[in-house]
């Protein structure tokens, strides 16, 4: 064997640790001891970026692995990274892997020495190495003239121990449990005739055969082994022979999970059984590396009232509304819609012939909205509609007979009424609104087209109210309604400027929250279900808070529906309310099958992840920056547990979990049932492509690589259900970053014991980076401003690839975040105080604004000087903006008041 030899003047930093270690004599080569290695002292003395970058230089050679050759203090043999190459004498002099002197030898590989010993034995019968011999030999870290030397003293024994001065591993390598580490035997499985694979999962190319099969493990020896699929129904019965053909010509249809069942001799010959085991295969249809293309995967749907009752005609009856004193009520009626008010009216609506124009330019407004809707968006109108009554408007406080409330008195909202012999869905409003629709009212207020709008979105409402639909499904009556207001000015007038509601923020930052969830992550970790499962609790002094602020709200965002509508169809979303009448995602998958719907889900969290949301991606962006980086923690007091705050991202990071670069993600917000995580990740500068290999430990899981260039080009590879996920990089990844999506595809909450024991999981998986991809980027850089540079500052792609530093120059020290006043609060109740996050504002600079969207109350107050604000104790539930005002600057914000 050739020993290439260097020798060293140690000019540098020199640094020198003593190990001793007790190898057990009857150990096997196979059966290493394993130290764990200071790579962050390593790090800090050969002046390299990390210890990934550590391990990527050692294997290219750039820092070079050594061991002392003889006496000599400065005269070295190079060694393999990752290899035993050589052993040591008795002496500890290097020798050839086949040498009679040959005793001990050691490797260095990812952050770990394994040490074995020669165990043959010499003519005479007598072992080369005994019970209680002791070797000395010298390993070395270097790089130019800085070097880490280890000297170890081996002693052979019983039980191994490992005793070393070197400092506490920093990084700790906090193993958690891999599925694979509870088999009692080894899984095997292979493709086509190939070998056999010591794994428990497989990725195939369409076509291929498929084989399971498992093996003795330890002392452990096969008895019996069964195979079952995913809904746990048999494939064949327990037989002695292990093996099992999965397929002989696998089809996308057979990716998912499979069960094993075994049966096993221990070491005394007693039978034990193990069942459970999880299989993973992945079944790829398009050449490795190609981009994905989502076309066909998700069916389309549609419904258009019209379909179902043809046209209805416009009404031609008008409820009959009295005032208190018996007579007709005020009224103005257009094709679909009225208003009625009395004579008892607030100055401010401005007497009754203001009034009278307020409420034609009021029902000129309801008309040609909800006409749109009607004749474009395929919605049917209320019950008063259809059975041929004007939908209304009740202006209360004014007068009429159905309600006793004063003039003064300021709300609005959708309720209902009894006239006609029925009680009717309507939209109830008080003088405030009203007054916001007098042909001079911009002149007047400031707040006028708010008001406007919050009326639509209160008879919005009264559509919903009609449906009997979604009744499981808290969640999306706002953001369903939300979607449909926003949708009618994005279609009729091609509108996306306005930012979605603030509660949405939960939607993009908290990916890893399911699809279907009111008041979201709650306080101990688990989620509130689609009709507020797991949510409220009261004590003695009334409801305990369980939800976290801002994200307490997320039932409000409607990016679901966004894309729902963008990939089934414009009249999809109506489909659901036609159609579902319990949780949504469940009607969705029982129509469209348990394939497509997974499918969509896989589609929702990709295009989430780049924000691929056509007109809406500036808007959906700027609401994540708009929150990025807040604190979230419980909302008030008293409440349920006391959680550890949480800086808003939508970025998941994952740390090495095994010395084979298998990484995992934490155990807090890895995804809930139909959540992902977003893991964004460097890729070599120029590379053609990267790779990153995907392992679930969970059911239902999938993932995939995605990214946007600096033009906003979308790009996604092929999912897998398991394996490797390759993309091209030929149109190149904004600022060099790509994106691992994890997608948990479960979506049948089903309630009951099911339901309760779902909301309370996180899935788990695992990653490891391949080809081009070089390390997990800063989860709290904004890499969704895919059009600016973006950067991380940890970041050296030099160091990585060499393990030397690059050499910067001093960079400036950035300017502080624009100021800027954030509401935290997730949950706003009446009289209560609201939660702020001021950036760069003193609270005395700040002026509130209440302006009703939908309980319409006007408050004008300074923050109080410890930077809360307290709400008004009359607001009713409903909508509302609220402004800041600073500097000549306004903050505004939408809430949801209960």
Known sequence: ??????????????????????RDVQKTSEQPTIMQVSTNAIVEVLNVSSAAALERALSAGSVQFLAKKGSSDDTYNTKSYGSYGYWFTTSGVPCSSTASGRRVACKYENGYFHLIHNTETKKSGEAYVNDGDTFRFVEMFVQGADTVQYVFT?????????????????????????????????????????????????????????????????????????????????????????????????????????????????????????????????????????????????PQLSYDFHDEYGNIPAPTKVHNIKKKNGQKANQAVGEWWSVFWGDDLNSEVGGQDKAKEAAQNMVEKYDTDFKYIYDNI?????????????????????????????????????????????????????????????????????????????????GIHTLFADLDACRGSS??????????????????????????????????????????????????????????????????????????????????????PVVFSAVCGPKSVAWIWRYTKNRVLETIGDSIGDTAMRNFITQYRARLALYDLGGWDKGYRQLADNHFKTTVKEEWSPYWIKCEPFQLTPYQSVTRNSIDGWMAPDTITNPGWSGSNI?????????????????????????????RTKSGECYYSQP??????????????????????????????????????????????????GDNALAIADTYQKWYFYEKTVTDPDYDEQAILTGIK??????????????????????????????????GVEPSEVKVHMIGLSGIVMDAAPLRADGTYTLPTNLTHGLYFVKFVYRGKVDTYKVMVK
């Open 720 to 769: 897998v259900s398991c394996g490797t996920m390759r993309i091209d990089l030929t149109p190149k990844p904004a600022n060099g970053v790509i994106f691992c999506v994890v997608i948990n595809t479960e979506y049948q909450f089903k309630g009951g014991a099911y339901g309760e024991a779902l909301r309370k999981h996180h899935w788990d998986y695992r990653l490891r980076l």
């Open 1 to 22: 064997m050739f020993f290439g030899c260097v020798t060293l003047s140690f000019a540098g930093s020199k640094v020198t640790y003593n190990t001793n270690i007790v």
């Open 679 to 707: 893991i964004p990740i460097h890729v070599k500068t120029g590379a053609d492509y990267a790779e990153v290999e995907f392992r679930p430990e969970d059911t239902s899981e999938r993932a995939l690589l995605c990214y």
């Open 475 to 560: 969640w999306f009556h706002e953001g369903g309604n939300v979607w449909l207001q926003q949708e009618l000015h994005v279609r009729r007038d091609n509108s996306y400027e306005t930012t979605p509601g603030y509660l949405g923020a939960g939607n993009v930052l908290c990916p890893f929250m399911p699809i279907e969830c009111y008041s979201g992550w709650l306080q101990d970790g688990s989620f509130g279900g689609p009709a507020a499962e797991g949510v409220n609790m009261y004590g003695a002094s009334g409801q305990i808070c369980t939800w976290r602020n801002l994200i307490g709200g997320t039932q409000y965002g409607d990016v679901f």
């Open 378 to 458: 395929g919605w049917p109108p209320n019950l008063s509609a259809r059975n041929g009554y004007h939908s209304m408007v009740y202006i209360f406080g004014s007068g009429l007979n159905n309600d006793n409330e004063s003039k003064t008195t300021q709300g609005g909202y959708q309720s209902a009424t009894s006239a006609d012999g029925g009680y009717y869905a309507c939209v109830w409003a008080s003088y405030y609104p009203f007054s916001r629709f007098r042909s001079d009212a911009d002149k007047l207020w400031s707040d006028g087209n708010y008001q406007r709008e919050a009326m639509i979105h209160e």
């Open 806 to 839: 690059s050499v910067r120059a001093n960079e400036a020290v950035a300017e502080s975040d624009e100021a800027r006043v954030r509401i935290v609060s997730g949950v706003l109740r009446s009289g209560n105080t609201v939660q702020l996050q001021l950036d």
């Open 154 to 298: 081996v002693t052979m024994g019983t039980n191994d121990r490992v005793e070393s001065d070197q400092p506490a591993y920093v990084e700790t390598l906090d193993h958690r449990t891999d599925e694979i580490d509870l088999w009692s035997l080894q899984p095997l499985v292979r493709q086509n005739d190939g070998e056999w694979l010591q794994q428990n999962y497989i990725q195939v190319q369409s076509g291929d055969k498929i084989t399971f099969s498992v093996a003795d493990k330890g002392e452990n020896t096969i008895y019996r082994v069964r195979y079952l699929n995913s809904e746990e129904k048999s494939l064949r019965g327990y037989k002695a022979d292990p093996e099992y053909v999965l397929t002989e010509s696998a089809t996308p249809a057979d990716a998912g999970y499979y069960y094993c069942n075994i049966m096993y001799k221990e070491a005394d010959g007693k039978t034990a059984t193990q069942t459970g085991l999880r299989l993973y295969v992945d079944v790829q249809t398009k050449p490795f590396g190609s981009f994905w293309d989502w076309t066909g995967e998700v």
